[in-house]
C-alpha cells in the first residue's frame, strides 16, 4: 500500500480519469461529422462553427471526469456500457432537451442525463456569422472491467505494461498524458484463481493486479457518416468497424508520402506542414467527396486533396452487422529536406530515463508526459568525456547515452510525509 491515503487516493483518481478520458475520446469522434444541413426548427446537427465547451475538449472530458458517480445500485448489478445522450446547444450557449438515444439501464441513464442537464454554457455554434443552435450527440462510457469486484484499484504494486512492454514495480501513472493513450484495461488480482492466471501469464510481479495500456498510433480518426442509424436502431448492440485501407494504416501513409508531388511555389516559400483532408469511404469502399478539415497552406491543401483523391478502394466500415459511409481524416505530412546542421544529442535506446529514482524502460516514449504533472524533468547530456565520466560514476555504464530524470507531484507528497 501506499504511504500515506492522500497519495494512494491520487493514485487511483489518475488510474480512473485515464481510463474514462480513453474511453469518452475514443467515442465522441463518431458522432462530430453531420451533413451541413439544419435539423428541423433551425437546429443544426454540424455547423460552420461548432460549439465549443469552456476549455474545450480537455474541458469537458475534466468535468465529466470530475462529476460523473457510477451508481452504486449499477455497480452491484455489474452494469457497464456506453450512454449515448443527444442534447441541443441553443444561440445562447445552454444546453437544452438532453435525452437518451442510446441508453444501457435506468441507473446508467439518469446518472448520464443528470451530469449532461448540469453542464455550464458553451460558446454557441455559427452558421454564415450568425449564433445557431446546434445538436451534439455525446457518449458516455460507464465502464468496470470484467470479472472485477467493486471497488479494486491498481496500487504502486502493481504492473503496468504500455504496448506489452512492462514498466517496472514503481511505475507512477501520473506522469502519462490521456490524450495519447488508445485504452487502458484493469485486470484484478482477485478471487486468487484469476492471481494465478495473471501470474501465469505475466510472471510473479502481476501478483498485485495488471494494467494494460495502449497508446494511440495515429492522426486518422474515423466517423459514422450517418448517425441516424444509431437512432433507428437503439437496441443494436453490435461493434462499429471502421473502413480499412489495403495493407493497414502504415500502407496508406506510405502510399499518401510516396505520391506527394511537392509544389514549386511551397518549396520557394519554405512551406511545410501537415494538412487534414476528410474523406468519405461509401458502402462499396470507394473514397468520395474529399474536402478540407484543418486549414493549411493554399499550395499544400491543393496537393493534398490531389493525393487523397487518388486512394484505392478500402474495405467499407459495417454499422449494426450492414455497410455504411463512413466519414475518414487522412492527415497528409509535407516535409522539406531541412540542410544538417550541428549534430545534438538524442536520446536512443540505451539512455537511462528515471522515474523518482525507478528506471523504465529506454523505450519509454517521452510524448506519452504529461508535463503538468511533472515536479521535475532534467536532461542529463554526456556533452564531454569529463561529464561522461561523472553520469557513468553516479548512473552505470548507460549512463554514456544521457541520462533523463523525470519527478512526480505523488513522489513529492510520499516524501513530504
Not at 463512413?326 to 522515474?355: C, G, M, R, S
Request: glycine share 6%.
Amino acid at each position: 500500500m501506499f504511504q500515506s491515503q492522500k497519495t494512494h487516493s491520487a493514485f487511483i483518481k489518475v488510474s480512473f480519469i485515464l481510463f474514462f478520458t480513453v474511453a469518452f475520446a475514443s467515442y465522441t469522434k463518431a458522432y462530430t461529422a453531420q451533413n451541413l444541413q439544419p435539423a428541423k426548427d433551425s437546429v443544426y446537427t454540424f455547423a460552420e462553427k461548432m460549439p465549443e465547451f469552456p476549455g474545450g475538449e480537455k474541458g469537458l472530458v475534466t468535468f465529466l471526469n470530475q462529476h460523473i458517480v457510477y451508481p452504486t445500485e449499477a455497480l452491484k448489478k455489474n452494469e457497464h456500457g456506453k450512454v449515448h445522450i443527444q442534447f441541443v446547444v441553443s444561440k445562447t450557449g445552454k444546453v437544452e432537451n438532453p435525452k437518451v438515444i442510446k441508453g444501457v439501464s435506468t441507473d446508467l441513464d439518469n446518472e448520464a442525463l443528470r451530469v449532461i442537464s448540469s453542464l455550464p454554457e458553451w460558446t454557441p455554434g455559427e452558421q454564415n456569422g450568425q449564433k445557431v443552435a446546434v445538436q451534439r450527440i455525446i457518449p458516455i462510457n460507464f465502464q468496470a472491467p470484467a470479472n472485477e469486484p467493486v471497488g479494486w484499484q491498481p496500487t504502486e504494486k502493481s504492473l503496468f505494461l504500455i504496448d506489452d512492454v512492462k514498466m517496472p514495480i514503481g511505475f507512477n501513472p501520473v506522469i502519462l498524458n490521456p490524450e495519447k493513450l488508445a485504452s487502458v484495461k484493469l485486470l484484478s488480482p482477485v478471487p486468487e484463481e484469476e492471481k494465478s492466471k495473471l501470474i501465469s501469464k505475466y510472471g510473479k510481479d502481476a501478483a498485485e493486479g495488471v494494467v494494460l495500456i495502449t497508446t494511440k498510433k495515429s492522426e486518422i480518426e474515423f466517423a459514422i457518416a450517418d448517425t441516424a442509424s444509431l437512432r433507428k436502431n437503439p437496441n443494436c448492440k453490435e461493434t462499429i468497424t471502421f473502413p480499412l485501407f489495403p495493407g493497414g494504416e502504415t500502407k496508406l501513409l506510405s502510399y499518401i508520402a510516396d505520391s506527394i508531388q511537392y509544389p514549386f511555389a511551397a518549396k520557394q516559400l519554405k512551406t511545410q506542414g501537415k494538412v487534414f483532408v476528410r474523406i468519405t469511404v461509401d458502402k462499396t469502399g470507394k473514397v468520395t467527396n474529399p474536402i478540407l478539415a484543418r486549414r493549411s497552406d493554399y499550395f499544400l491543401e491543393k496537393e493534398a486533396l490531389r493525393v487523397v483523391s487518388t486512394l484505392p478502394d478500402w474495405t467499407p466500415g459495417t454499422l449494426c452487422g450492414e455497410k455504411t459511409d463512413t466519414y475518414v481524416l487522412v492527415p497528409v505530412a509535407f516535409k522539406l529536406d531541412e540542410p544538417k546542421q550541428k549534430k545534438e544529442w538524442v536520446k536512443n535506446d540505451k539512455t537511462i530515463i528515471l522515474q523518482d529514482g525507478i528506471r523504465l524502460p529506454s523505450s519509454f516514449d517521452l510524448s506519452w508526459l504529461s508535463y503538468t504533472n511533472l515536479t521535475m524533468y532534467k536532461t542529463l547530456e554526456p556533452t564531454t568525456k569529463e561529464v561522461i565520466k561523472q553520469l557513468k560514476k553516479e548512473y552505470g555504464k548507460d549512463a554514456e547515452n544521457g541520462v533523463i530524470l523525470i519527478g512526480t507531484r505523488i513522489e513529492e507528497e510520499k516524501t513530504a510525509k
